[in-house]
């Protein structure tokens, strides 16, 4: 019945769109899915305001090759079939050359398939499973680390300065939350830690206390949980509730990672750390400006997905003005020499570790300082030394 | 089973009820309206979130408590769905069509709407709870210094759930005692008898809806405190009720309440002992087995205990 609905939405705007074309005289449309309305309208409004931050400064600089950029929004509710039938009306109907946006993995990878199949480059912006860049596809790119590699600072950290035996992980039973755990099972046997817990909970969930009391009993030394922001925020004031007392609690970046889950976790987001890809006081040129710009007109500073969306457009910029022709084809293999740094970091796609046209790089640990985000490592990149051990949540306040 | 076993199941027991005393309350509006006008809600989670919404925004334009606001947002709930029913559901049920649940597909309607107009007002952002309390709690050990095991409660779930049995047993109080409540009750059991008796049923089927919103209403502020909102979150909460109002047997109120109780304690078993992803398969697990051997639900067992006597 709802998916009737949809389908008829979906006839009913495509037949509106179909009027519309591509690249006309001096302007290129390009058209990106999104979220923009169910549970992940949140990340696709971001992403939404960073695309046309970056659209305003390029076409201010005299668009790409001269031309003026427009982009259109579609919105895919966070639903792969609809992503798909919206990448099918980019690729077949409005004959664009090269394809890139989305927001989730499910999403990601059901364009990136269509992607293939039409022999059309597809940019993935935030769609973070592993296998997304790991099935031998030659037209998909990945600018994101995926979701194993958010954590290499992390690992490092535990590693260097926590030591410690036992992890017990929770996770979403998400594609997302999913890699994320088994990701971090790999980084546990490699620097020697004990899995005592893994479990999957249903995204939204209104009470984690039996899986925590659970949790608690096995008494591990770090708990690392795989989140987006309110399950974050009520995992984090549920353990201050039953006064489950780890060494560390640590979050594999999305949901904590953003500045609501402070504001939502309040005081018992205290001390937490997450992994994370990129914060708004990071070194690289254009993030801080970026960052402002988009604080100072929405209110608040972007998370890293808004960074990633504005990023995307330069890097597809790039890859248009280095390519030969604006064929599909000249712009795949633009896009694979591409060696820029972004205000998202620095971009380069690699074939190893059984990845194709994978972007690999450092990734950032930060810790809630005094209800703050501050980065703690990798030491280099450190505003603030890290507060470890933690103190126990009796003694707090 | 040693302290720490014994713990765990205190714990998930405790989370279980107090859970399942919230669930039930989301569940008994929807039954209510079930027993009258023979139709599936599906607005019912939408409405909450319009509740929780305005709990939300009296606290924090007004400072008034979410405890507090049941009393302002559930009256208002309360002709919320009176509306509702007098102007979007009554011209529908007079309606002949081919689809004889069209009223079903209009809640369906009134949801995705109300939904859709929440994202343009409020945007699509998170909200979380605004209140001071909301992680604190009471602990054994802070009664009972030597004690083997550690136990909490929290005291927002606590207060919730209390409320939601206060509002539970009144309306059983109203429904048993009352005229008005009586005349709802006899429309249920068969509204043909109910009209013959001079029972304005249209009247009853007006103070139904508007019950049943403002119950619902009054659930949501409950959450407000342990919960978070969105736009969006209508659906699950729909989900949950309708599972409730199978499983307690169509139209029952008792039933709606063990009914959830069931869900809650259930839902928290199987987080603990076989897996939190597997809540959801639980519950349609209980939606099916409820639906196969006890078509009835709960209620039809209440009932054949009853006449046996």
């Given at each position: 019945m709802k998916r009737l609905v949809l389908l008829m939405v979906i006839v009913f705007l495509s037949s509106l769109l179909i009027?519309?074309?591509?690249?006309?005289g001096d302007t290129v449309t390009f058209t990106i899915p999104l979220p923009?309305?169910?549970?992940?309208a949140k990340f696709g409004e971001i992403e939404k305001r960073s695309y046309e931050i970056a659209l305003e400064e390029i076409n201010a600089a005299g668009g790409i090759k001269g031309k003026k950029v427009k982009l259109v929004f579609e919105d895919s509710q966070g639903k792969p079939e609809i992503s798909r039938a919206i990448a099918e009306k980019i690729i077949?109907?409005?004959?664009?050359p090269v394809i890139f946006g989305e927001y989730s993995s499910s999403c990601s990878k059901a364009i990136a398939a269509v992607a293939e199949e039409r022999k059309v480059p597809y940019l993935v912006v935030t769609?973070?499973?592993?296998n997304i860049t790991q099935?031998?596809?030659?037209?998909v790119f990945r600018m994101n680390p995926s979701v194993s590699y958010y954590t290499s600072g992390l690992r490092s950290f535990l590693k260097e300065?926590?030591?410690?035996?036992t992890i017990a992980i929770i996770h979403e039973s998400t594609d997302f939350g999913t890699k994320g755990a088994e990701g971090m099972v790999k980084d546990a046997k490699r620097i020697g830690m004990k899995v005592v817990l893994k479990e999957k909970y249903e995204s939204?969930?209104?009470?984690f206390k039996p899986i925590l009391s659970k949790v608690k009993s096995k008494r591990p030394d770090v708990i690392y949980m795989v989140s987006y922001v309110m399950d974050a925020a009520l995992l984090m004031r549920q353990i201050k509730e039953l006064r489950i007392d780890a060494k560390l609690f640590a979050g594999g970046a999305a949901?904590?990672?953003?500045p609501e889950f402070i504001e939502n976790?309040?005081?018992?987001?205290?001390y937490v750390v997450t992994a994370t890809l990129?914060?708004?006081?990071?070194?690289?040129?254009?993030a801080k400006d970026f960052a402002e710009k988009y604080k100072s007109r929405h209110g608040k500073y972007p998370s890293y997905h808004g960074a990633e969306a504005y990023s995307a457009l330069y890097v597809i910029k790039d890859a248009l003005e280095r390519a030969?022709?604006?064929s599909s084809e000249d712009i795949r293999k633009a896009l694979k020499e591409t060696n820029i740094v972004t205000a998202f970091g620095p971009i380069k796609f690699e074939d190893r570790e059984g990845y194709q046209n994978q972007n690999f790089m450092d990734t950032l640990v930060l810790q809630v300082i005094d209800g703050k985000h501050e980065t703690i490592w990798p030491l280099k990149y450190a505003t603030r030394k890290y507060v470890y051990p933690i103190p126990r949540w009796r003694d707090r306040r | 089973m040693d302290a720490v076993a014994i713990e765990v199941f205190l714990q998930t027991l405790i989370s279980g009820l107090l859970l399942g005393g919230l669930y039930a309350l989301i569940g008994i509006g929807m039954t209510l309206i079930m027993g009258v006008?023979?139709?599936?809600?599906?607005?019912h989670g939408e409405l909450m979130m319009v509740a929780m919404y305005m709990a939300y925004w009296l606290f924090v334009?007004?400072?008034?408590?979410p405890y507090i606001s049941v009393f302002i947002v559930a009256p208002v709930m309360f002709f919320f769905g009176m509306a509702i029913q007098r102007f979007l559901i009554n011209p529908v049920l007079r309606v002949e069509s081919i689809l004889p649940e069209n009223q079903v597909i209009l809640t369906v309607g009134i949801g995705m709407v109300l939904a859709n107009l929440a994202t343009l007002f409020f945007t699509s952002d998170y909200r979380s709870?605004?209140?001071?309390?909301?992680s604190d709690a009471w602990y054994l050990s802070d009664y009972w210094?030597?004690?083997p095991i550690e136990l909490s409660l929290s005291v927002p779930w606590t207060v919730s759930f209390t409320i939601s049995v206060v509002i539970t047993v009144a309306l059983w109080f109203f429904l048993t005692k009352t005229d008005t409540g009586k005349s709802i009750r006899a429309t249920a059991q068969d509204l043909e008898a109910a009209m013959l008796m001079g029972v304005n049923v249209e009247r009853m089927r007006l103070v139904t809806f508007g019950l049943g919103a403002a119950l619902v209403g009054a659930a949501g502020c409950l959450f407000i405190p342990i919960y978070y909102l969105y736009p969006a979150l209508g659906g699950r909460f729909t989900l949950i009720a309708f599972v409730i109002t199978i499983l307690g047997g169509l139209g029952s109120t008792v039933g709606a309440i063990i009914g959830g109780l069931i869900l809650g304690v259930f839902e928290s078993m199987t987080a603990t002992y076989?897996?939190?992803?597997?809540a959801p398969v639980g519950r349609f697990l209980i939606f099916i087995a409820a639906l196969i051997f006890?078509?009835?639900?709960?209620a039809s067992l209440l009932r054949s205990r009853r006449l046996g006597k």
């Open positions: 009027t519309t074309v591509a690249t006309a923009l309305t169910g549970s992940k077949d109907v409005k004959k664009q769609g973070a499973a592993d099935q031998n596809y030659r037209y300065v926590v030591k410690p035996r939204g969930a209104v009470d949901g904590f990672a953003i976790a309040k005081d018992a987001s205290e990129w914060s708004p006081m990071v070194a690289y040129p254009g030969k022709s604006w | 006008m023979k139709i599936i809600n599906l607005a334009l007004f400072h008034i408590d709870t605004p209140v001071k309390y909301a210094r030597d004690s076989v897996g939190m992803g597997w006890l078509p009835g639900g709960v």
